[in-house]
């Protein structure tokens, strides 16, 4: 470890060096080495004699986008190790194929091998670590490099609490009354000020960009389905209404502030199935929702201050998959069955070009948008381009799209449907404010019911959706707050059902899409060839939540730029959020194999530790599940929805008895198991 930290000494590093192969680099290491005296102008070209000769009978590149070349002679007396950081990557012959950035160059006399072989080993540790591999990535100078190894070596020492890096951190039951709340509070407190600095990025810009309409749209057209479906009496202004106080407050005093906030699938079907209820039963349904709101925002509340959140424990990777992917199809089948609704004319002799550009549009946005986020793994350009063009890729395409659909104005499109006016959207008018003794006083009562109902669902979809937000695989170090966010949850769905307002909760597909915005991300290559990213670092920060959320209510301002978007466009970034937070989810991966040829399938780490068939029994066990939900959620009984979601535990429990035991670890493991190898994109 000594050596090793010496190499990240003034004269010992060489950042940003450029070379166009691994002799080039060599050559100029030792070049620059000598011009610095830290070996002997005569020194040089015999150790880069050695070196070439010893790189050309084995390659040094040993993986994680690092070489190690190494030569001995006795030309020199003191061992001596030198870090190189390459401003691109060069191809070196490593077995796992991923290009070389770094280079630790490890020359001393013969007596100097035995000591390098620790060397050798505290490297490989080292780069094994993902924050250490972006910090050196980030670090300026000498000064950074050192500190980002004096950071590994704090996170290693036995006498220092490694960060957990499982699920379950924060799920505890303290066993005092708000005991895990306060926790929260105190763990989270500290960091408060660094969740607005860490926020002043370019990616934060992107991210702002890019949910500001990747938020909005959800919030418009679920606000636009829940006014058909409620006799508009909760409508858009309503849901962005919502959006935006609910979205700047959880950004403000949330615990977590990577989650975002808004209203959801389940949601929406919870409060339409609400309102049936009241027209069946021949009741006002916005005091009636009210009653059911404060019933469900205070059972919420106390859910948080009893640590119901630690029930959490007892839900694994096999549940957090299903509600997911649930999600996501959501999303997925909003955007396709309303791109059908608007293509439903394409045979129409007198209008096929709104249909056809409609559907040009939608697809044109989720193909740019996918290959421009794709883009940082490019060969093109420079680094820094890749990387913007990387983060700014779904706004691009959006942007793109609507001047493609401005251009093309003879042709009549749908666009955003903003209201014209602030005001609630009930035909007629009504009070800010609803008061729930409008309601009758059985009602007050009999509303606790469907109340418990609702705080079930808030209970589900917010812990659910925090779990995979602090997923280990996002490589978070501040911490969860399951307690104090669910509390913050309860008290604005109580407060804002005073104004006819609609629920909030943690969005799934939502606040994935906001992780990865914010995510540094390194290319892994798995052992059957295929390249995919991997999360390394995540800017942490309240900063944009909290932008993008007052741009939302910013939105009712400018509704004339707004309506310019087209809907199409919108489809197109909904079939891009859905697709991209279907990445990583084991479950919709492992469908995929169902129809695939058995010899072409990939050398995942459940496929290495369990049975083929055994794979294809579990995930058929969770088909079945997401299939059941889906069914519920469309039905006439869809306010049990969230009691179906619950079952999944006593469903994953009961899969004890039928698979073995290790089995069940392999495919539920809370993270993907690290096993292959990476680079860092330039």
Known sequence: ????????????????????????????????????????????????????????????????????????????????????????????????????????????????????????????????????????????????????????????????????????????????????????FRQRLPYYASDFRDGVHGKSVASIMFLFFACLAPTVTFGGIMGVATGGQIGAVETILAASFGGVLYALFSGQPLIIIGTTGPLLVFITTLYTLCVQLKIPFLPTYTCVSLWAGGLTILLAVTDASALMRFFTRFTDEIFAALISVIYIYEALSSLARESQDINDVANPSHALLTLLLALGTLYLAMNLQAFRRSRFLLPWMRELLGDFGPTIALVA?????????????????????????????????????????????????????????????????????????????????????????????????????????AATVRSLNHIRSLADVEEVVTRSGERRDRVIHVRETRLTGLLIHLGIGGSLIALALLKMVPMAVLYGIFLFMGLVSMKGNQFLERLTLLPMESSLYPQAHYMRRVPKRIVHLYTILQLVCLAVLWVIKSSAIAIVFPLFITLLVPIRILANRFFKKEHLAALDAAETPNESSSSLPG
């Open 1 to 184: 470890m000594e050596l090793l930290e010496k190499s990240f000494s003034e004269d010992r590093c060489i950042l940003d060096l450029e070379a166009s192969n691994l002799d080039d680099a060599l050559g100029k290491i030792l070049h620059e080495l000598a011009r610095r005296g830290t070996i002997p102008a005569e020194q040089r070209d015999p150790l880069l004699s050695l070196l070439l000769q010893r790189e050309h009978t084995a390659a040094t590149a040993i993986g994680q986008a690092v070489a190690v070349p190494h030569a001995y002679s006795e030309i020199l007396t003191e061992p001596l190790v030198v870090f190189a950081r390459l401003r691109h990557p060069i191809n070196a012959g490593a077995l796992d194929g991923v290009g070389v950035s770094y280079i630790f160059l490890l020359v001393g006399p013969d007596k100097a091998a035995r000591r390098h072989i620790d060397t050798l080993a505290a490297i490989a540790r080292f780069m094994s670590d993902t924050e250490a591999r972006y910090e050196l990535r980030h670090a300026k100078d000498a000064v950074g490099l050192t500190e980002a190894f004096q950071h590994f070596q704090t996170r290693i020492a036995p006498a220092v609490p490694v960060p957990e890096v499982d699920v379950h951190k924060g799920l505890r039951w303290t066993g005092r009354f708000a005991g895990g709340l306060i926790d929260d």
């Open 401 to 505: 799209m609507s001047a493609v659909a401005f251009w093309l104005s003879n042709v009549e499109l749908a666009k955003l449907d903003i209201p014209n006016e602030f005001a609630p959207s009930l035909h007629g008018g009504r009070s800010w404010f609803v008061n729930p003794m409008d309601a009758p006083q059985w009602v007050w009562f009999a509303s606790a019911v469907p109340g418990l109902l609702g705080a079930v669902l808030i209970y589900l979809d917010q812990n659910i959706t925090a779990r995979l937000v602090n997923s280990p695989d996002h490589q978070l170090r501040k911490g969860p707050a399951y307690h104090w966010d669910l509390g913050v949850i309860g008290i604005l769905t109580a407060v804002f059902s005073l104004f006819g307002l609609p629920w909030l909760v």
